[in-house]
């Protein structure tokens, strides 16, 4: 199907490590990879997202990586802080935009 | 610039009544969409709008859920009637998509359904 598997649901980290959320999907024809923080009570906020044609993005602590032939993604946050405690989804696609379900981060100071 | 907004923030009614939520995109943009999250879970795009005209409603059921942008700006969302398994909070998010890719998302309307 055009599901989007994200991995794992909950990660714990101490604060000033780094954390990965890991992203997979099944629609070839994918060619928009975005990431949404969301923090409670709010909507989605887009942090970063990826295009096909680009195998890496950086955003200050914030990295995305995408391997087109595996069809999965990465978000990394390096040096993580409290207040990167967030859910994070990961989504595929401009139209019909299918989202993860999903990762809770809590960052212990 | 202002963000997208929604009201109510939160609504309770019983099963099988009725409910309406609204939205006021950010100015401009011609794109709107409707998103229903429940909870633990991630957004599930009900209905996309390019400007007045609707561009995918697949995953909308269509039997209890009607949406409308009648003039291209704001939108309403209702459910008649409404379902427990509607509990939700809905999302409202609008772009300048085709020509950017960014969706901003409003606070959401949390709908508990008794």
């Known amino acids: 199907g055009e599901n989007v598997e994200q991995h794992p649901s909950t990660l714990s980290v101490q604060e000033g490590d780094s954390a990965v959320i890991k992203c997979t999907y099944s629609d070839s024809a994918s060619n928009y990879f975005p990431w949404y923080k969301q923090e409670l009570g709010k909507g989605p906020q887009l942090i970063i997202d990826?295009?096909?044609?680009?195998g890496e993005k950086k955003d200050q602590r914030i990295a995305v990586t995408l391997n087109k032939t595996a069809k999965h993604f990465s978000l990394h946050i390096t040096e993580t802080q409290p207040e990167d405690s967030a859910v994070y989804f990961c989504?595929?696609?401009?139209?019909?935009?299918?989202f993860g379900a999903g990762t809770r981060l809590f960052v212990k100071a | 610039e202002a963000g997208v907004a929604q009201s109510p923030r939160y609504k309770i009614i019983e099963k099988r009544q009725s409910v309406a939520f609204w939205c006021n995109p950010i100015s401009g943009h011609a794109t709107l969409y409707w998103y229903q999250q429940i909870l633990g879970q991630g957004p599930k795009l009900l209905i996309q709008f390019q400007n007045n005209g609707v561009v995918d409603d697949s995953q909308l059921p269509k039997d209890r859920f009607s949406a409308e942008r009648l003039k291209g700006v704001d939108s309403t969302l209702k459910i008649q009637p409404a379902k427990l398994e509607d509990s939700a909070v809905y999302l409202c998010a609008s772009s300048s998509f085709p020509n950017t890719d960014t969706q901003y998302f409003g606070p959401g309307t949390r709908l508990t359904v008794l």
């Open positions: 989504a595929r696609g401009l139209f019909k935009t299918i």
């Open positions: 990826i295009r096909s044609n680009v």
